[in-house]
């Protein structure tokens, strides 16, 4: 663990070395960070300040709840914040007139929130706000909603985006942190005979029925119970039997330009729940994974049910 003097002076330097504007305001926010918790890893700042794509919980959780501001922070975050606290009343507004019930506002702040620091923003009037917003009407999955806002925004977003903004949300939405995941180094992916060894363990149960809280061959599986089973009596990775969200808050995070066969893919809102991650399922490549559904057996990534419920990649 680095001393709180140790980190400030990096991140120092690293607001002295970044060129953009709203690079800097993105940095002076993990600084704040810094000075509200004080102790910061030194890894997850250096991967911070490589990835320029992090966001500080704290002042993300600040500008959501409409303040107050803490007097102590950089002046141009904290006229950053004051920017983006007004644009979410405005966001507010725009939302209320719509009169639809059931929308979700905290989306559409969660993509304002990250677009404000990735693409230089301007121009935030009604017109803008209202164009904004009905990018996400009538919109059931993500990808309608990013394909309306690259096309009204002119602007394409990044794996890392993406990633930035689905974990924005989990964080205000319930609460769940997983920012420590995604600034991590993603171990190595399994070579071609580890994953085959996998495979053979995994293809043995095709067919086999989903068991709510089933975890062997004897009663069945439910799908955490199938990985976990599949993962350790394979020998590939020792997984004792535990939750999708557990099996999660166990992986780095991969995007889908890194994900590699033997990978876990992870699903959420499959049924009511008050964890983010509710399925799971092991990527075999092709966009295919294999997963306990009823019955075990393969599926293809790409159907609109897996596409709507997508929550991400992650690595063992």
């Not at 990978?263 to 966009?287: A, E, K, M, W």
Request: one cysteine or more; glycine letters at 6%.
């Amino acid at each position: 663990m680095a001393s709180p003097m140790a980190v400030a002076v990096m991140t120092k330097k690293a607001l002295e070395l970044a060129e953009d504007k709203r690079v800097r305001t993105l940095l002076a926010s993990i600084a704040a960070g810094i000075v509200i918790v004080m102790l910061i890893p030194l890894l997850v700042v250096v991967s911070i300040f490589n990835t320029q794509a992090s966001f500080s919980q704290e002042v993300a959780r600040i500008v959501f709840d409409g303040g107050p501001i803490p007097t102590d922070i950089d002046a141009e975050l904290s006229k950053a914040m004051e920017e983006m606290i007004d644009a979410f009343e405005e966001l507010d507004q725009t939302i209320e007139s719509l009169e639809e019930e059931g929308f979700d506002d905290i989306k559409v702040k969660s993509f304002f929130y990250i677009l404000y620091f990735a693409k230089d923003l301007t121009d935030f009037d009604e017109e803008f706000y209202a164009g904004l917003v009905d990018c996400f009407v009538d919109k059931d999955e993500d990808n309608e909603i990013y394909e309306e806002l690259e096309d009204y925004l002119s602007y394409e977003f990044t794996e890392t985006e993406k990633m930035e903004i689905r974990n924005l949300y989990l964080f205000i939405k319930y609460g769940y942190s997983a920012t420590d995941k995604i600034t991590g180094i993603p171990g190595e992916a399994f070579n071609d005979a580890t994953f085959a060894q996998l495979m053979q363990e995994a293809t043995k149960y095709i067919g086999f029925p989903y068991q709510w809280g089933g975890s062997t061959p004897e009663t069945s599986f439910d799908c955490s119970g199938f990985v976990c089973w599949v993962y350790t009596h394979s020998g590939v990775h020792n997984l004792p039997r535990t939750s999708a969200q557990q099996i999660y808050n166990q992986c780095t995070p991969v995007s889908k330009d890194e994900v590699k066969p033997g990978d876990l893919v992870f699903f959420t809102g499959t049924y009511q729940s008050s964890n983010p991650v509710t399925h799971i399922g092991i990527y075999v490549g092709d966009n295919q994974m294999l997963h306990c559904g009823d019955p075990i057996g393969y599926a293809n990534l790409g159907n609109s049910y897996w596409v709507k419920h997508f929550y991400g990649f992650g690595r063992l």
